[in-house]
């Protein structure tokens, strides 16, 4: 059975700074989708970044962008100049061929203005 | 695109009524699925359709569990005899294919407290 492992319950992060949110994962398949979402408060869950594992090119989307290491099976989130908004909790997820997705327990990240 | 409706926002109920809750899905998304989420923990698969079909549940899904997608469209998740350990956040999410093709698009979720 795959997993997925966030081992940092929270992080605080300075207001512009950059900070980095660390995911493992656990699998036999080699041919799967890795996640970040993002869930603030009391609101929906929503996807913020997606790295599929046969592309070596770590996905970025604006001021997020990820660090994949396949060998390692490891998945970090860098946020750069971090906002206020950016404030939530954030959850690692995994997909293979099973078509559901794998959540970790995430992490509460604050942003300090 | 109106997003993934999920109602009702909140449920307090009291051990052993049953409760049901409603998904609707974006209107051209085929699977839908359900998770489960408690207090600071990532949410837990329970099941998912293809269209009207179940295609999977989870053990997490005890038989006073059932979910329904009678016309492929909405679904229902009604839990029976409800516990005080039912308490949580079910969220309700779809997509138009597979997971890593068609991320899933969640709803703001139903909070069911058992008391």
């Known amino acids: 059975a795959q997993t997925v492992t966030q081992s940092q319950p929270e992080m605080s992060v300075q207001e512009a700074e950059t900070v980095t949110l660390s995911c493992t994962y656990d699998?036999?398949?080699?041919?799967?989708?890795l996640f970040w979402y993002k869930q603030p408060p009391s609101r929906q869950m929503i996807l913020v970044i997606r790295?599929?594992?046969?592309?070596?090119q770590n996905a970025t989307e604006n001021r997020f962008s990820v660090n994949f290491q396949k060998a390692a099976k490891s998945f970090s989130l860098k946020i750069s100049d971090s906002q206020l908004g950016d404030a939530a909790m954030y959850f690692c997820?995994?997909?293979?061929?099973?078509?559901?997705?794998?959540f970790g327990k995430g992490i509460t990240l604050s942003v300090r203005p | 695109d109106t997003g993934v409706s999920q109602d009702p926002r909140h449920k307090i109920t009291k051990r052993g009524q049953n409760v049901t809750f409603r998904c609707d899905p974006i209107?051209?998304?085929?699977?839908l699925y359900w998770y489960r989420q408690t207090l600071g923990q990532g949410p837990e698969f329970l099941t998912y359709?293809?269209?009207?079909?179940?295609?999977?549940k989870s053990r997490l899904l005890s038989d006073r569990f059932s979910a329904e997608r009678p016309k492929g469209s909405f679904s229902t998740l009604e839990i029976q005899r409800t516990e005080q350990g039912d308490s949580a956040m079910y969220l309700c999410a779809s997509s138009s294919q597979g997971t890593g093709d068609s991320p899933l698009h969640f709803g703001n979720g139903t909070r069911l407290t058992v008391t």
């Open positions: 209107s051209e998304h085929n699977r």
């Open positions: 997820a995994y997909t293979g061929a099973n078509s559901k997705l794998t």
């Open positions: 790295q599929e594992a046969y592309k070596q």
């Open positions: 699998t036999s398949e080699s041919d799967y989708y």
């Open positions: 359709f293809q269209n009207e079909a179940q295609l999977e």
